[in-house]
């Protein structure tokens, strides 16, 4: 029905830059939110930037500054700049999808995660 796929992870030196990508496609009527999380291993998942319908802008604090969210509305893509890497952002970044289907029903979808590594 509806599938997100990240992508742009990879291994970077502390200092460095990634830019993910989020790309929800199928039976979509209208994304509201798109946002990126992300986990690592014995920590919660959390919110780090999020984009909702009306263009607003959402930051964890830790990232704040440093990375950027974005996204391009017709291709249903959002992205996220991130500058300034340090070791602390090493994790599985997860892209998660709301708005409504084509049938009109909920969407709510989440990709498969992209591994970024920062190394010191």
């Known amino acids: 029905q509806v599938q997100v796929v990240e992508s742009g992870g990879g291994l970077v030196q502390a200092g460095g830059s990634l830019r993910l990508s989020c790309a929800a496609s199928g039976s979509i009527f209208r994304i509201s939110f798109m946002g990126w999380y992300r986990q690592v291993p014995g920590k919660q998942r959390e919110l780090v930037a999020a984009?909702?319908?009306?263009?607003?802008?959402n930051y964890a604090d830790s990232v704040k500054g440093r990375f950027t969210i974005s996204r391009d509305n017709p291709k249903n893509t959002v992205y996220l700049q991130m500058n300034s890497l340090k070791p602390e952002d090493t994790a599985v970044y997860y892209c998660?999808?709301?708005?409504?289907?084509?049938?009109?029903?909920?969407?709510?979808?989440w990709g498969q995660g992209t591994l970024v590594t920062v190394s010191s």
């Open positions: 998660n999808a709301k708005g409504l289907r084509s049938s009109l029903t909920v969407l709510d979808a």
């Open positions: 984009i909702t319908g009306g263009g607003g802008t």
